[in-house]
Nanobody, 126 residues
Framework: VQLQASGGGLVQAGDSLRLSCVASGRAFSNYAMGWFRQAPGLEREFVAAISRGGLSAYYADSVKGRFTISRDNAKNTVYLQMNSLKPEDTAVYYC????????????????????WGQGTQVTVSS
């Protein structure tokens, strides 16, 4: 499967952005999907994940209440709505697809994902 992330940009603190990730290839509904981010000099960190049917969502504590993950299986797309952005949200954001695991407890780990998109830059100025 190939993943194409988009929607990043330069915004001010308090603004909103919506990231999209379109998947091509195998059946999109077979994958749990996740968003991760990586800031310069830091490790890639979990942001949010969503189950195959979209009924369960998981968030990092740092984004709870501000970010919302959703998916449209008919469009092969997963979204990340980001509100009340902060300068510390600045990073390259990656979407990822998980085929192997069905337990939400593993969605927090990059090693659980089988495919990765190319990343989209989000920069939040203060």
């Amino acid at each position: 499967v190939q993943l194409q992330a988009s929607g990043g940009g330069l915004v001010q603190a308090g603004d909103s952005l919506r990231l999209s990730c379109v998947a091509s290839g195998r059946a999109f509904s077979n994958y749990a999907m996740g968003w991760f981010r990586q800031a310069p000099g830091l490790e890639r960190e979990f942001v949010a994940a969503i189950s195959r049917g979209g009924l369960s969502a998981y968030y990092a504590d740092s984004v709870k209440g501000r970010f919302t993950i959703s998916r449209d299986n008919a469009k092969n797309t997963v979204y990340l709505q980001m509100n009340s952005l902060k300068p510390e949200d600045t990073a390259v954001y990656y979407c990822a697809a998980n085929l192997r695991y069905y337990s939400g407890s593993v969605y927090y780990f990059p090693s659980s994902y089988d495919y990765w998109g190319q990343g989209t830059q989000v920069t939040v100025s203060s």
